[in-house]
């Protein structure tokens, strides 16, 4: 177990940086004044416009960094700052959300894989970690069936493993389509783009971590299970 401990503080030392990182960023580009001045929530309903999108809404949410589309009632979820400012890091947030919007509008086929194994995903990230330490508790006592239920605990960790990584595609695709259109549609000028690019490219570091690092967890529990066996 000291093994997977200190592998715990290195995802969690990492994930920590990428996580300071980006909301170093968006603070920064958050100071970048859009020539247009347009506001978040008019950035998103102009996109959706644009890839004639009528039936989703764009709303205001608590909270920072919690912006989200929402496919079950098709809303754009802006958070405060990033639905009343501004700047370039309000038209990078806003127009990557839009872009899950267009991904939906599109059926685009990661998104729908993504969405199809989300109640998997939540009965396994509630159910994975305590099944894995009941099984390991019980095989340490020499019960037969601790294996067993240490197996059952990993499929259950791979399932939101494998949901870590359908997520980047849909992650970096939506970043794509957000910078292609406020380049396209000249909304932004090039350093307001640059600054854009770069704030939704850390943004896509914390996914990569958090799939890498869920990759390394799953190996590291196999390896447990195939030395047990």
């Known amino acids: 177990m000291i093994g997977y401990y200190i592998l715990a503080g290195i995802i969690f030392l990492v994930s920590m940086y990428v996580s300071n990182k980006l909301k170093s960023k968006f603070k ?105 330490m009941a099984g390991l508790v019980l095989s340490v006592t020499g019960s037969m069936i601790g294996n067993t239920i240490f197996l059952v605990g990993i499929l259950l960790f791979a399932v939101t493993t494998a949901f870590a990584f359908i997520t980047l595609p849909v992650e970096f695709d939506a970043s794509n389509r957000a910078l292609a259109w406020l380049e396209q549609k000249n909304m932004v000028t090039q350093e307001e783009h640059a600054g854009a690019k770069d704030a939704l490219k850390w943004a896509a570091r914390t996914y990569v971590v958090a799939a890498l690092g869920s990759l390394a967890t799953l190996l590291y529990f196999i390896s447990i299970f195939l030395n047990r066996r």
């Open 28 to 132: 920064h580009y958050s100071k970048v004044q859009l020539q247009n001045g347009m506001s978040g929530k008019e950035i998103a309903e102009k996109m959706l416009a644009d890839n004639g999108i009528t039936d989703v809404k764009v709303i205001s949410v608590a909270g920072q960094l919690t912006d989200h589309y929402n496919p079950a009632n098709k809303t754009v979820n802006l958070s405060e700052p990033v639905y009343m400012e501004r700047n370039a890091a309000a038209a990078a947030v806003a127009a990557h959300e839009c872009g899950h919007a267009v991904q939906h509008a599109t059926a685009y086929s990661w998104l729908k894989m993504r969405s199809a194994i989300v109640p998997a995903v939540g009965i396994s990230s509630k159910l994975s970690n305590f099944v894995i």
